[in-house]
């Protein structure tokens, strides 16, 4: 149970039900403000750019890009790991924390899986976009067919990771909107204007409030929740396979999938802190998102970030432990010294070291430091990625292949344009939608009293 | 009375209506059937609208969007007997560019030839081919290099207009008694010296003028010296057992590099048993091909070439009782150079690539010392590639300023390109009245020539070579003239009067002066029947032995003097790609990495590392060498001090694919009495702070101390066969027990080996592989951003220290493993294994995930990032119809998007098999060969079947040398390597 006393109240201000409902419609029933309007303007800029870049890469090809007869792989795989790793937080608050009974997720866990969904969006366009021809992507769908059958080949990790993104975005979207109908309800029913009215009304699904509603909702939660922990945890641990399968130094390595996992709710946790400290700021949703609230990300992140530090040092030491001359030049040649120290250090120090400032409280209730850091810490992990993606790559087993990588201007297009979706979409969830979600918060009031035992 | 069979229960009853539905039925067309009898008995309803609507927009959809263009195939009316669509003929014919000379066989598929391959009848090459010879293919169908009519003062013309322009220009030149003056380059078929005699006779001041852009002069005059014929000699290289070459690129680009290289390597292999091979020590300035492949290399500059050759000529002139000459004292002792030659009297070889008569003179008397005359090299079959004379050429452009040269009819020649005073050249060819090129194709001189009147392409022509004494080739046309051009004797004939099909001409020349020699009782068209279809005769005939002077060899020792010159020496050398540039044209050519510098598209400075350190040089830095802006590339290897440039580049008036590429540096060779010389003392060199990006199709050398290529030493494996490949022991003690099944092999289990041993990097698999496989040039670019796309590639490493470099070459392909990384990552299987043993790619299933290409560990698959077919971006030779006519049609263009690779030519195999098939015998070893084994000329490839115990590959896969590249991966490759072994020799000490 939840101790008030220990952990002090969740809902800060002495809110009532009805305040809580009026404080999280408020910002549909306001004017969007100034920055909005200019946010989303600068959003949508970003994913003209992204589209165009997405145009030149399917009308001329691949060409476009930097990578090359050894690269395989550049920016549009780091930046679908780092995206999916991102997409990771939304899904993985809801049920974590509601399986550890972590009361205080409440008010953060619908913009966390608002952001999933984004982000999985976004992670989704690169592993297409990279397809040499990406208007037979169908290929990959296991389905009867008129081509003999043909059969994709079950044994490929890209197949998995297809499995794996479609279901995960399937269900944290479902997941995302079956847990809105209550409060897209709310809004329906307070709404003044006729078009918001029928909008919402379409979106709350014929939410009535009935008994039998709240069950059938409790039920759906539970099963999409349940479908949901799973894939949280498969669809990294998948994603890993996509390097740890293969035979390539630094990629060939066991410790992937856990390590992927992990480095994914890291750096989802740093997007949702970044994202919170926005909206609690631009929003004054200072009394549902308490300090206490991003004190307990910040906590979790020192934890993560530990283990992230260990999975380092881990693969450094099996590589020097394989006394594999392949592995041990990787890790000591190519990244910890040599060509790519930048990248390695970089991601050493922003995703195993900054974090641990977190250990003082002066820095961890500090609003901006918060905010810098979970910034570094998804730097970090973009660094992380290009580590694995180009420098296991660049410099494998036979010298006369290794190459230099270096994006072109299409490539950093397609990842702005992908940054453009996100913000766009998170812009429009921040209007329209009810970004925490308001029956819950009302379930967690009671907390704010003492209680009694 | 019959049974009584029935369909439905309507039709036992016979009821009477039943037909009549069925043919009612019958009436209806789809678009009713569609519409259910319901609808149509009604008048029109909003559910038939929408189903009418339905119907007619998709099925306008489908017309208009699924169609494709229709191309039509016409089949043959009437088949030609010879010719079954779909199989290849081959022909035999000769190449030769008036550089390099081949035998060749021809490809024809469907009345067009797509591909060449070496005649394996040819007693020299037996089937070798060079990376020029290879390529020519693609000049046939060069449509924007090649002359496509007769032209006059740069404007179209015909032959109409321009024979009897010519022919009374001629005749009344002839009647003033002017000089006339036939400049061509070395002329090796005898029928075509007949049609210049019978010019000659027929305008009887007519001179014959021989020019080589990069000639043999030195070794001409100082045999003319020595010998007293000026003749190259015939080399052996396969008798030498000890090699000693002073600058001389044999392997690369030296008089005979395809014939050089089978002969080197036959004496360097290692198998069944053998545990001798020749010992090879190269002094040369920029490191060559030849240099690459040396025992021992020991760098020096060309200036002290003639000192280290005279102190070697001392040192066994006087342990022989021989006179021995003053000369300086060399950097390097050749006291055991000289030993070891001495103890190999009769088996040894030396050869310098200078064009230095007097260094030349020392060579010859070097090896009259030792004896090799009438052993290793060969008077008495002289070799007749390279006949010019540099100082007939330079009496020619005087000749010309001076106003006395009236006509100037040129072929195969481009000395407004390459003469070193080009413009001394162009200015004398203006003083000329008649200026008539003949060249196939367009070039810096036949642009400023009054008439071009065009040859044909080699492979539309007839012909013969007498490359060496008594070896006759004969030439073929393998298909129609593709344009209005004439064979340039025919051309020479029918101005002297005589109108004669060359065919005619070329047989009466064999039948009155090459068959009476052989035949015997065969009629003339019988023998000559089957000459040609081997197009191969060796009558054996040789000279005989010329006797030895030492006429000019104290004047010879005497001209050697240590040099005092300041500043740099630069080495002018000839690319093994681009040779003299006349091919220049060519796109695989321009593509073809150096074999030792692993550039494309460019020439380059290749300058010593130390000294690019010191000035803080990176490769691509651009510095002035004797006044030309060049790239810089940091060359281990190269002797200090000097700077060695490729000839071949900077060609303005040629094409598309050259012009503008790489600086001419022709202009820059010292001319001095009457000899071009390759290298130019006393060189400026100033660096500029300009840079540009190479186009490297290989960045880093060292191997990282990774047994990537194993290598030994000659004394180790004679103690040891398996020496310096211990891992390979060491793997297949570990790599027994597997969890997974091993794949079975019912049939075949095809197999390749690479005997780095024999394999010396010259690339000319690389280029057949590109013409067999229909491998696009991605251009400069591409190179630049590493996706060059050739099949198999050739790794170079270096090794040893920047000065003492050792280089090992590796050819790379598509490693075919049974245990293929590739393989299990496609997400749609697009690439899979054979129960042959091969790992295939379908094109048509590939989505271009590059999953494929990441996780294989030699990085063997290439991608197609753009389309490079027919796409003015990649505007080569795949950009124009008459280009794409070089296709093989057996093997799928790729499309853009998709991975493609080595396939081991899995047409060739499936053709073999079903030859086989039809003739109701199994394959024999040795029947299949993909493109790269067939052409090599040092014979460092076999291809097999692993499952044939008697195969070939079978014997060498059980070689102590064989070894699998990265085996420790377990990938079970199908290409394994046989490791490399050097004769060593003990260190040479500088005095």
């Given at each position: 149970m939840y101790k008030t006393k220990i952990r002090g109240p969740l809902i800060l201000g002495g809110k009532t039900l009805r305040n809580i409902s009026e404080d999280v419609i408020a910002p549909i029933y306001q004017k969007a403000p100034l920055w909005w309007w200019i946010m989303l303007g600068l959003s949508l800029l970003m994913s003209a750019f992204g589209l165009w870049a997405m145009y030149v890469t399917i009308s001329t090809g691949i060409g476009t890009w930097g990578v090359n007869n050894s690269v395989g792989w550049g920016w549009a795989i780091i930046n679908f790991v780092w995206w999916i790793g991102i997409g990771h937080a939304g899904t993985a608050f809801s049920i974590f924390l509601l399986v550890l009974r972590q009361k205080w997720r409440t008010s953060i866990n619908r913009a966390a899986e608002a952001m999933t969904v984004f982000a999985v969006g976004a992670a989704a366009l690169f592993p297409a976009l990279h397809m040499g021809r990406i208007w037979l992507a169908f290929y990959i769908i296991p389905y009867p067919n008129t081509r003999g059958p043909l059969w994709v080949n079950f044994n490929s990790p890209l197949f998995w990771d297809f499995a794996a993104i479609s279901a995960y975005l399937l269900i944290s979207v479902s997941f995302w909107y079956f847990g809105m109908l209550p409060d897209f309800a709310t809004i329906r029913d307070r709404a003044t204007s006729k078009i918001k009215k029928s909008v919402y009304g379409i979106l709350a699904f014929g939410w009535k409030g009935s008994i039998r509603d709240w069950k059938n909702y409790e039920s759906l939660a539970f099963i999409l929740g349940g479908i949901a922990a799973v894939l949280v945890v498969s669809v990294h641990s998948i994603v890993a396979t996509d390097f740890a399968v293969s035979v390539i130094p630094g990629w060939h390595t066991t410790i992937f999938p856990p390590y992927f996992v992990v480095g994914a709710i890291f750096s989802g946790f740093a997007m949702v802190l970044t994202l919170m400290i926005l909206i609690r700021k631009l929003y004054n949703f200072e009394n549902y998102v308490t300090d206490s609230h991003l004190n307990a990300i910040a906590k979790i992140l020192i934890f993560i970030s530990l283990i992230m530090g260990t999975g380092y040092a881990t693969e450094v030491f099996i590589a020097w432990y394989s006394g594999n001359e392949f592995e041990m030049f990787t890790f000591f040649h190519n990244r910890i010294t040599g060509e790519y120290t930048f990248m390695f250090w970089a991601m050493v120090v922003c995703n195993a070291l900054v974090p641990q400032l977190f250990w003082s409280k002066k820095i961890r209730s500090n609003l901006t430091a918060l905010f810098i850091i979970s910034i570094i810490i998804n730097i970090g992990m973009w660094y992380e990625r290009f580590n694995i993606v180009v420098t296991s790559l660049a410099n494998d087993y036979l010298p006369a292949n290794w190459v230099n990588y270096e994006p072109t201007l299409v490539e950093v297009g397609i990842y702005v344009g992908t940054l453009g979706i996100f913000i766009l979409g998170i812009l429009l969830f921040m209007k329209f939608v009810p970004m925490m979600a308001i029956s819950e918060l009302k379930g967690i009031l009671k907390f704010n009293k003492e209680q009694k035992h | 009375m019959s049974k009584k069979y029935w369909q439905s229960l309507e039709q036992y009853h016979e009821e009477p209506d039943i037909d009549q539905h069925k043919s009612e039925s019958k009436q209806k067309n789809d678009l009713m059937e569609l519409m259910g009898d319901e609808a149509l008995q009604k008048k029109s309803s909003r559910r038939n609208f929408l189903k009418f609507c339905g119907f007619t927009v998709s099925s306008a959809a489908i017309a208009s969007s699924c169609e494709n263009p229709v191309k039509k195939a016409i089949p043959f009316l009437n088949r030609p007997a010879e010719m079954t669509p779909g199989e290849a003929d081959f022909y035999a014919s000769t190449f030769f560019d008036g550089n390099e000379f081949c035998s060749i066989l021809v490809k024809n598929r469907d009345g067009r030839p797509i591909k060449i391959e070496g005649n394996d009848l040819s007693p020299f090459t037996k089937g070798g081919t060079t990376a020029n010879v290879q390529s020519s293919i693609l000049s046939l169908y060069d449509s924007g290099g090649r002359y496509k009519q007769p032209m006059k003062e740069d404007k179209r013309s015909s032959w109409k207009q321009v024979d009897p322009?010519?022919?009374?220009?001629?005749?009344?030149?002839?009647?003033?008694?002017?000089?006339?003056?036939?400049?061509?380059?070395?002329?090796?078929?005898?029928?075509?010296?007949?049609?210049?005699?019978?010019?000659?006779?027929?305008?009887?001041?007519?001179?014959?003028?021989?020019?080589?852009?990069?000639?043999?002069?030195?070794?001409?005059?100082?045999?003319?010296?020595?010998?007293?014929?000026?003749?190259?000699?015939?080399?052996?290289?396969?008798?030498?057992?000890?090699?000693?070459?002073?600058?001389?690129?044999?392997?690369?680009?030296?008089?005979?590099?395809?014939?050089?290289?089978?002969?080197?390597?036959?004496?360097?292999?290692?198998?069944?048993?053998?545990?001798?091979?020749?010992?090879?020590?190269?002094?040369?300035?920029?490191?060559?091909?030849?240099?690459?492949?040396?025992?021992?290399?020991?760098?020096?500059?060309?200036?002290?070439?003639?000192?280290?050759?005279?102190?070697?000529?001392?040192?066994?002139?006087?342990?022989?009782?021989?006179?021995?000459?003053?000369?300086?004292?060399?950097?390097?002792?050749?006291?055991?150079?000289?030993?070891?030659?001495?103890?190999?009297?009769?088996?040894?070889?030396?050869?310098?690539?200078?064009?230095?008569?007097?260094?030349?003179?020392?060579?010859?008397?070097?090896?009259?010392?030792?004896?090799?005359?009438?052993?290793?090299?060969?008077?008495?079959?002289?070799?007749?590639?390279?006949?010019?004379?540099?100082?007939?050429?330079?009496?020619?452009?005087?000749?010309?300023?001076?106003?006395?040269?009236?006509?100037?009819?040129?072929?195969?020649?481009?000395?407004?390109?390459?003469?070193?005073?080009?413009?001394?050249?162009?200015?004398?060819?203006?003083?000329?009245?008649?200026?008539?090129?003949?060249?196939?194709?367009?070039?810096?001189?036949?642009?400023?020539?009054?008439?071009?009147?065009?040859?044909?392409?080699?492979?539309?022509?007839?012909?013969?070579?007498?490359?060496?004494?008594?070896?006759?080739?004969?030439?073929?046309?393998?298909?129609?003239?593709?344009?209005?051009?004439?064979?340039?004797?025919?051309?020479?004939?029918?101005?002297?009067?005589?109108?004669?099909?060359?065919?005619?001409?070329?047989?009466?020349?064999?039948?009155?002066?090459?068959?009476?020699?052989?035949?015997?009782?065969?009629?003339?068209?019988?023998?000559?029947?089957?000459?040609?279809?081997?197009?191969?005769?060796?009558?054996?005939?040789?000279?005989?032995?010329?006797?030895?002077?030492?006429?000019?060899?104290?004047?010879?020792?005497?001209?050697?003097?240590?040099?005092?010159?300041?500043?740099?020496?630069?080495?002018?050398?000839?690319?093994?790609?681009?040779?003299?540039?006349?091919?220049?044209?060519?796109?695989?050519?321009?593509?073809?990495?150096?074999?030792?510098?692993?550039?494309?598209?460019?020439?380059?400075?290749?300058?010593?590392?130390?000294?690019?350190?010191?000035?803080?040089?990176?490769?691509?830095?651009?510095?002035?060498?004797?006044?030309?802006?060049?790239?810089?590339?940091?060359?281990?290897?190269?002797?200090?001090?000097?700077?060695?440039?490729?000839?071949?580049?900077?060609?303005?008036?040629?094409?598309?694919?050259?012009?503008?590429?790489?600086?001419?540096?022709?202009?820059?060779?010292?001319?001095?009495?009457?000899?071009?010389?390759?290298?130019?003392?006393?060189?400026?060199?100033?660096?500029?702070?300009?840079?540009?990006?190479?186009?490297?199709?290989?960045?880093?050398?060292?191997?990282?101390?990774?047994?990537?290529?194993?290598?030994?030493?000659?004394?180790?494996?004679?103690?040891?066969?398996?020496?310096?490949?211990?891992?390979?022991?060491?793997?297949?003690?570990?790599?027994?027990?597997?969890?997974?099944?091993?794949?079975?092999?019912?049939?075949?289990?095809?197999?390749?080996?690479?005997?780095?041993?024999?394999?010396?990097?010259?690339?000319?698999?690389?280029?057949?592989?590109?013409?067999?496989?229909?491998?696009?040039?991605?251009?400069?670019?591409?190179?630049?951003?590493?996706?060059?796309?050739?099949?198999?590639r050739v790794d170079r490493y270096f090794s040893g220290d920047t000065e003492d470099t050792g280089t090992h070459h590796q050819p790379v392909m598509c490693q075919h493993c049974d245990n293929a990384p590739c393989e299990n990552v496609c997400p749609v299987a697009a690439t899979m294994h054979s129960d042959e043993g091969l790992n295939q790619m379908a094109y048509n299933r590939c989505i271009g995930t590059k999953y494929c290409i990441n996780n294989c560990p030699y990085k063997v698959r290439r991608f197609n990032w753009y389309r490079y077919v027919t796409n003015n971006e990649f505007d080569y030779n795949m950009n124009d119809e008459v280009g794409l006519m070089a296709l093989n049609p057996d093997v799928t263009v790729r499309e853009r998007g998709v991975v493609e690779k080595c396939t081991f030519c899995v047409q060739r195999i499936q053709e073999k098999k079903l030859q086989a098939k039809k003739e109701g015998r199994p394959l024999k070893d040795g029947d299949v060969q993909p493109a790269c084994v067939q052409s090599c000329p040092a014979k460092a490839l076999t291809f097999g079947d692993l499952n044939d115990p008697d195969s070939e590959v079978s014997k060498l896969v059980k070689d102590k040398r064989n070894y699998g590249l990265l085996e420790q991966l377990h990938t079970l490759p199908s290409v394994n390597y046989l490791t490399k072994v050097r004769n060593k020799p003990e260190e040479l000490e500088e005095v």
């Amino acid at each position: 149970m939840y101790k008030t006393k220990i952990r002090g109240p969740l809902i800060l201000g002495g809110k009532t039900l009805r305040n809580i409902s009026e404080d999280v419609i408020a910002p549909i029933y306001q004017k969007a403000p100034l920055w909005w309007w200019i946010m989303l303007g600068l959003s949508l800029l970003m994913s003209a750019f992204g589209l165009w870049a997405m145009y030149v890469t399917i009308s001329t090809g691949i060409g476009t890009w930097g990578v090359n007869n050894s690269v395989g792989w550049g920016w549009a795989i780091i930046n679908f790991v780092w995206w999916i790793g991102i997409g990771h937080a939304g899904t993985a608050f809801s049920i974590f924390l509601l399986v550890l009974r972590q009361k205080w997720r409440t008010s953060i866990n619908r913009a966390a899986e608002a952001m999933t969904v984004f982000a999985v969006g976004a992670a989704a366009l690169f592993p297409a976009l990279h397809m040499g021809r990406i208007w037979l992507a169908f290929y990959i769908i296991p389905y009867p067919n008129t081509r003999g059958p043909l059969w994709v080949n079950f044994n490929s990790p890209l197949f998995w990771d297809f499995a794996a993104i479609s279901a995960y975005l399937l269900i944290s979207v479902s997941f995302w909107y079956f847990g809105m109908l209550p409060d897209f309800a709310t809004i329906r029913d307070r709404a003044t204007s006729k078009i918001k009215k029928s909008v919402y009304g379409i979106l709350a699904f014929g939410w009535k409030g009935s008994i039998r509603d709240w069950k059938n909702y409790e039920s759906l939660a539970f099963i999409l929740g349940g479908i949901a922990a799973v894939l949280v945890v498969s669809v990294h641990s998948i994603v890993a396979t996509d390097f740890a399968v293969s035979v390539i130094p630094g990629w060939h390595t066991t410790i992937f999938p856990p390590y992927f996992v992990v480095g994914a709710i890291f750096s989802g946790f740093a997007m949702v802190l970044t994202l919170m400290i926005l909206i609690r700021k631009l929003y004054n949703f200072e009394n549902y998102v308490t300090d206490s609230h991003l004190n307990a990300i910040a906590k979790i992140l020192i934890f993560i970030s530990l283990i992230m530090g260990t999975g380092y040092a881990t693969e450094v030491f099996i590589a020097w432990y394989s006394g594999n001359e392949f592995e041990m030049f990787t890790f000591f040649h190519n990244r910890i010294t040599g060509e790519y120290t930048f990248m390695f250090w970089a991601m050493v120090v922003c995703n195993a070291l900054v974090p641990q400032l977190f250990w003082s409280k002066k820095i961890r209730s500090n609003l901006t430091a918060l905010f810098i850091i979970s910034i570094i810490i998804n730097i970090g992990m973009w660094y992380e990625r290009f580590n694995i993606v180009v420098t296991s790559l660049a410099n494998d087993y036979l010298p006369a292949n290794w190459v230099n990588y270096e994006p072109t201007l299409v490539e950093v297009g397609i990842y702005v344009g992908t940054l453009g979706i996100f913000i766009l979409g998170i812009l429009l969830f921040m209007k329209f939608v009810p970004m925490m979600a308001i029956s819950e918060l009302k379930g967690i009031l009671k907390f704010n009293k003492e209680q009694k035992h | 009375m019959s049974k009584k069979y029935w369909q439905s229960l309507e039709q036992y009853h016979e009821e009477p209506d039943i037909d009549q539905h069925k043919s009612e039925s019958k009436q209806k067309n789809d678009l009713m059937e569609l519409m259910g009898d319901e609808a149509l008995q009604k008048k029109s309803s909003r559910r038939n609208f929408l189903k009418f609507c339905g119907f007619t927009v998709s099925s306008a959809a489908i017309a208009s969007s699924c169609e494709n263009p229709v191309k039509k195939a016409i089949p043959f009316l009437n088949r030609p007997a010879e010719m079954t669509p779909g199989e290849a003929d081959f022909y035999a014919s000769t190449f030769f560019d008036g550089n390099e000379f081949c035998s060749i066989l021809v490809k024809n598929r469907d009345g067009r030839p797509i591909k060449i391959e070496g005649n394996d009848l040819s007693p020299f090459t037996k089937g070798g081919t060079t990376a020029n010879v290879q390529s020519s293919i693609l000049s046939l169908y060069d449509s924007g290099g090649r002359y496509k009519q007769p032209m006059k003062e740069d404007k179209r013309s015909s032959w109409k207009q321009v024979d009897p322009e010519i022919k009374d220009k001629l005749e009344a030149i002839k009647e003033k008694d002017g000089e006339i003056v036939l400049l061509t380059s070395s002329i090796i078929s005898p029928t075509a010296k007949q049609s210049i005699a019978d010019f000659r006779k027929y305008y009887p001041s007519a001179k014959h003028v021989t020019y080589d852009a990069v000639s043999q002069t030195g070794m001409l005059r100082a045999n003319k010296r020595s010998f007293n014929k000026q003749v190259i000699p015939s080399y052996h290289f396969d008798q030498a057992d000890v090699i000693v070459s002073f600058g001389a690129d044999f392997l690369g680009t030296w008089i005979s590099p395809a014939e050089f290289t089978l002969q080197y390597s036959k004496n360097r292999k290692l198998n069944a048993g053998k545990d001798t091979m020749s010992q090879h020590i190269q002094f040369e300035a920029g490191m060559s091909l030849t240099g690459s492949n040396a025992d021992r290399r020991i760098p020096i500059k060309p200036s002290e070439e003639g000192i280290q050759l005279a102190n070697l000529y001392n040192i066994i002139a006087r342990k022989m009782g021989e006179t021995s000459f003053n000369v300086p004292s060399a950097r390097i002792n050749m006291k055991n150079v000289a030993a070891k030659l001495m103890n190999n009297r009769g088996r040894s070889l030396v050869v310098s690539g200078s064009n230095d008569v007097n260094i030349q003179v020392l060579v010859n008397a070097i090896n009259q010392l030792l004896g090799n005359y009438g052993k290793t090299i060969d008077l008495s079959r002289p070799v007749y590639i390279k006949q010019g004379i540099d100082s007939e050429m330079r009496d020619l452009v005087n000749r010309m300023n001076q106003g006395k040269v009236e006509a100037l009819i040129m072929h195969n020649v481009n000395p407004a390109y390459d003469y070193p005073d080009a413009g001394e050249f162009s200015k004398g060819l203006n003083k000329v009245d008649l200026t008539i090129h003949m060249g196939h194709a367009k070039n810096e001189t036949s642009k400023k020539a009054t008439y071009v009147c065009p040859d044909n392409h080699y492979l539309e022509s007839w012909g013969d070579a007498l490359p060496k004494e008594g070896f006759y080739s004969l030439q073929q046309p393998l298909i129609r003239k593709l344009y209005t051009t004439r064979q340039w004797q025919e051309s020479l004939l029918k101005w002297a009067g005589k109108s004669i099909n060359y065919l005619d001409y070329l047989k009466k020349h064999w039948e009155t002066n090459i068959y009476p020699n052989k035949a015997g009782l065969e009629s003339f068209s019988s023998w000559w029947n089957k000459t040609l279809q081997k197009g191969v005769l060796d009558t054996g005939k040789d000279n005989g032995q010329p006797d030895y002077t030492t006429r000019g060899l104290r004047q010879a020792a005497n001209s050697i003097k240590k040099s005092n010159n300041k500043g740099f020496e630069l080495v002018f050398y000839e690319s093994v790609a681009l040779r003299d540039g006349k091919q220049a044209n060519n796109p695989w050519l321009q593509e073809l990495p150096d074999p030792i510098a692993k550039i494309s598209w460019d020439n380059f400075a290749a300058i010593p590392v130390q000294w690019g350190e010191e000035k803080g040089l990176k490769n691509g830095d651009i510095i002035k060498v004797d006044g030309i802006e060049l790239p810089v590339f940091l060359q281990p290897g190269q002797a200090k001090g000097t700077i060695a440039v490729a000839y071949g580049y900077g060609r303005s008036e040629t094409g598309k694919v050259a012009d503008g590429v790489g600086k001419n540096v022709f202009a820059h060779i010292p001319f001095q009495s009457g000899i071009r010389y390759n290298t130019k003392p006393g060189v400026e060199v100033s660096v500029t702070g300009k840079h540009m990006e190479l186009a490297l199709s290989q960045t880093h050398h060292s191997m990282e101390g990774r047994d990537i290529v194993r290598e030994t030493t000659l004394d180790e494996y004679k103690k040891d066969h398996a020496a310096g490949n211990h891992a390979h022991e060491e793997f297949v003690k570990h790599h027994k027990e597997s969890l997974y099944k091993k794949q079975e092999f019912p049939g075949h289990h095809w197999g390749l080996i690479v005997d780095l041993n024999s394999c010396i990097g010259c690339s000319n698999c690389m280029v057949a592989c590109q013409a067999e496989n229909n491998v696009p040039v991605v251009g400069k670019e591409q190179v630049k951003n590493r996706r060059i796309m050739h099949w198999i590639r050739v790794d170079r490493y270096f090794s040893g220290d920047t000065e003492d470099t050792g280089t090992h070459h590796q050819p790379v392909m598509c490693q075919h493993c049974d245990n293929a990384p590739c393989e299990n990552v496609c997400p749609v299987a697009a690439t899979m294994h054979s129960d042959e043993g091969l790992n295939q790619m379908a094109y048509n299933r590939c989505i271009g995930t590059k999953y494929c290409i990441n996780n294989c560990p030699y990085k063997v698959r290439r991608f197609n990032w753009y389309r490079y077919v027919t796409n003015n971006e990649f505007d080569y030779n795949m950009n124009d119809e008459v280009g794409l006519m070089a296709l093989n049609p057996d093997v799928t263009v790729r499309e853009r998007g998709v991975v493609e690779k080595c396939t081991f030519c899995v047409q060739r195999i499936q053709e073999k098999k079903l030859q086989a098939k039809k003739e109701g015998r199994p394959l024999k070893d040795g029947d299949v060969q993909p493109a790269c084994v067939q052409s090599c000329p040092a014979k460092a490839l076999t291809f097999g079947d692993l499952n044939d115990p008697d195969s070939e590959v079978s014997k060498l896969v059980k070689d102590k040398r064989n070894y699998g590249l990265l085996e420790q991966l377990h990938t079970l490759p199908s290409v394994n390597y046989l490791t490399k072994v050097r004769n060593k020799p003990e260190e040479l000490e500088e005095v």
